[in-house]
């Protein structure tokens, strides 16, 4: 990888400021849901201490817009952390200050710091100067492991790195930024692309850079249907961004680009609708689509079988509820059986990861990214902020 690591960094009895993702989903008494982003930078956090590092933990957790929020605490974090590191981890009520620069300045080999939400300050999200340098003040040494926020230029990702000869990468951050440069660099082909979700305004961006590289795109989920609407079918009640209809008619001049060519539809999107399987071009007027039909479902696990690279990003139908999940949990069955078989498969976005999960296939794919916002810009073909502020080996 071409930027620094942290395993180039000497951290003998250096203070390591590690930003992470912490932006755990919690219910309303404060008890983590899904802690699979602690879990993934704890190689980060185990290696800064097994080489005499201590690390100064930094995320933020949801959007409390410069205010204290008690709903957005970190302090379930530090005590899950506790838990999967089996050592104490201190925790501090706040991200500066004289308290935490004390605190900070007293800590030893094998002491753990979680600061508390970087967001319960604006500076922050302004990506503030002075704020930064108060946050580097803490450390000897800044370590990004963050990719989910890789692409906001916030304080901690991005004005901090300013003031570190050698702000590196964590373990995470690389694995992230290998997986997706091999696949839109140097891809082991066919490349296939898989692209669903609700909305073509997310992933316009995605469609038109992949297009340039992979060797089929497959649409899939409710953008079909404004793809649809663009080749002029009638598409019921189903999702449609007309302001789209232009661009996604532009995509579909591409020989590359697959659309479903069959939907699942029902009368509402409820656990108790009734479904119905219809060409594409028989949507009725009271119908919605739900999700992509059998035959769409074939064909693709079809280029599936064929590809040595997939990317998939976005589910291809409401698969919370099951009578409409057929599509989504076919295809991860598929990729999970092309993995196996020594494809390299990249899943991302939040709701695909969610799906993986719903079907036990978390483990099944090369990579599953932690990154939603920030894997889809890459995609894009955007540079991130907290990736190109990162020094280069």
Request: hydrophobic share 45%; proline share 4%; charged share 25%.
């Amino acid at each position: 990888m071409a930027k620094l690591s942290v395993k180039d960094l000497d951290l003998a009895g250096k203070k390591v400021f590690l930003r992470v993702d912490f932006n755990v989903p919690l219910d309303e008494n404060l008890n983590i849901r899904d802690d699979t982003r602690i879990k993934a930078a704890l190689p980060t956090i185990q290696y800064i201490i097994e080489q005499g590092g201590m690390p100064i933990i930094a995320s933020h957790l949801g959007r409390p817009k410069g205010k204290v929020d008690a709903k957005s605490t970190l302090e379930p974090a530090a005590n899950r952390l506790e838990m999967l590191l089996d050592r104490k981890v201190l925790f501090l009520k706040d991200c500066i200050g004289d308290e935490v620069k004390k605190i900070a300045g007293a800590l030893r080999p094998g002491d753990v710091l979680l600061l508390e939400n970087l967001r319960f300050h604006i500076e922050e999200t302004n990506n503030d100067a002075k704020f930064a340098r108060e946050l580097a003040s803490l450390a000897d040494l800044y370590v990004d492991d963050a990719f989910g926020a890789a692409h906001r230029a916030h304080a901690s990702v991005e004005a901090i790195a300013h003031n570190f000869e050698n702000p590196a990468a964590g373990f995470l951050m690389e694995q992230e930024i290998r997986y997706l440069d091999s696949a839109l660099k140097d891809p082991k082909r066919p490349l296939l692309a898989i692209i669903g979700g609700a909305k073509v305004s997310t992933k316009i961006g995605v469609i038109k850079n992949l297009l340039n590289t992979v060797d089929r795109l497959a649409i899939g989920g409710g953008m079909c249907f404004t793809f649809y609407k663009a080749k002029g079918y009638t598409i019921g009640k189903s999702l449609c961004e007309d302001e789209l209809l232009y661009e996604a008619k532009a995509a579909m001049n591409s020989p590359k680009l697959y659309l479903p060519v069959d939907v699942l539809i029902a009368k509402e999107a409820q656990a108790g609708s009734a479904t119905q399987n219809v060409a594409a071009t028989a949507i009725p007027e009271d119908q919605m689509g739900v999700d992509i039909g059998a035959k769409s479902v074939a064909n693709i696990i079809d280029f599936i079988k064929e590809a040595k690279t997939i990317v998939w990003n976005g589910p291809m139908g409401i698969f919370e509820i099951d009578r409409f999940a057929r599509g989504t949990e076919f295809v991860a069955k598929a990729v999970a059986t092309a993995t196996k078989a020594g494809a390299v498969s990249i899943v991302g976005g939040g709701d695909t990861i969610s799906a993986l999960k719903k079907f036990n296939l978390v483990n099944a794919v090369s990579h599953a990214s932690t990154g939603g916002g920030a894997s889809l810009e890459y995609l894009e073909g955007k540079e991130l902020p907290g990736v190109k502020v990162l020094k280069e080996k």
